[in-house]
Antibody
Framework: EVQLLESGGGLVQPGGSLRLSCAASGFTFSSYAMTWVRQAPGKGLEWVSAISGSGGSTYYADSVKGRFTISRDNSKNTLYLQMNSLRAEDTAVYYC??????????????????WGQGTLVTVSS | DIQLTQSPSFLSASVGDRVTITCRASQGISSFLAWYQQKPGKAPKLLIYAASTLQSGVPSRFSGSGSGTEFTLTISSLQPEDFATYYCQQLNSYPPYSFGQGTKLEIK
C-alpha cells in the first residue's frame, strides 16, 4: 500500500525557515518523480515544486524560486522541502504527491496519483 | 504560464443528477489534463488523467473528455459521496503544473 506521510510543519515567523519531510513507503521511491503542492486556507491548489526520481532535475513555481529547495534521499525514501525567507503568503497546507509516468504513442507524461495527508505551515509574527 | 478556468465555480445538484464541469485552458494542452476530487480536510484524490483515463478504483460514473483547450468532467448519476470540490490540472508544460480554481459541488 502506497503511503506518504508529511511532517515538519508548524508556526514560523516571517523571514524564518522550515524543512518539510515526506516519508514514502509501498513503492520503489527512486523510480518516481515527486512533487509538492500547497493549499492556502480556504483557497485552491498551487503546485510548488517537483523533482525527478534521481534528484538530478528540479523545478519550482515562480512564487518560491530562490527561497525553497526540493531534494530527496532515496536511501531513506524521503522527500524534502527546505523553505527559507518565509512570507505570510506561504501559509498553507503542504502536500507531497507521487508522480507516475504514463506512455502514449510519441512520448510520456505525468500525473499525481497518491497524495499525503498534508502538513500545515503558518507564517505569522 | 497556462491558465485554467473552470465553470461553474459552484454547482448545486441532487442525488441521481448528471453533472458536467468544464475546464478551459488559455492555450492548447493536448490531452495533458487531470481531474481531482477533494473533500474538506482531506488530500485531493486523482479521478482522471490524460483527459479521459479513469484512475484505478474510481467509479465508472466519472468520465472525462476533451483535448486542446476544452475539457469536461461528467458524473453520470450523483451519489452522496460525490459532493466535494473538483479541480482540473494541466501537465502540458511546467513550471508550473497549474490547477483550475475549483468547482464546489453542493447538495441541492
Amino acid at each position: 500500500e502506497v503511503q506518504l506521510l508529511e511532517s515538519g510543519g508548524g508556526l514560523v515567523q516571517p523571514g524564518g525557515s522550515l524543512r518539510l519531510s515526506c516519508a514514502a513507503s509501498g513503492f520503489t521511491f527512486s523510480s518516481y518523480a515527486m512533487t509538492w503542492v500547497r493549499q492556502a486556507p480556504g483557497k485552491g491548489l498551487e503546485w510548488v515544486s517537483a523533482i525527478s526520481g534521481s534528484g538530478g532535475s528540479t523545478y519550482y513555481a515562480d512564487s518560491v524560486k530562490g527561497r525553497f529547495t526540493i531534494s530527496r534521499d532515496n536511501s531513506k525514501n524521503t522527500l524534502y522541502l527546505q523553505m527559507n525567507s518565509l512570507r505570510a503568503e506561504d501559509t498553507a497546507v503542504y502536500y507531497c504527491a507521487k508522480e507516475p509516468r504514463y506512455y502514449y504513442g510519441s512520448g510520456s507524461n505525468y500525473y499525481f496519483d497518491y497524495w499525503g495527508q498534508g502538513t500545515l505551515v503558518t507564517v505569522s509574527s | 504560464d497556462i491558465q485554467l478556468t473552470q465553470s461553474p465555480s459552484f454547482l448545486s445538484a441532487s442525488v441521481g443528477d448528471r453533472v458536467t464541469i468544464t475546464c478551459r485552458a488559455s492555450q492548447g494542452i493536448s490531452s495533458f489534463l487531470a481531474w481531482y476530487q477533494q473533500k474538506p480536510g482531506k488530500a485531493p484524490k486523482l479521478l482522471i488523467y490524460a483527459a479521459s483515463t479513469l484512475q484505478s478504483g474510481v467509479p465508472s460514473r466519472f468520465s472525462g473528455s476533451g483535448s486542446g483547450t476544452e475539457f469536461t468532467l461528467t458524473i453520470s448519476s450523483l451519489q452522496p459521496e460525490d459532493f466535494a470540490t473538483y479541480y482540473c490540472q494541466q501537465l502540458n508544460s511546467y513550471p508550473p503544473y497549474s490547477f483550475g480554481q475549483g468547482t464546489k459541488l453542493e447538495i441541492k
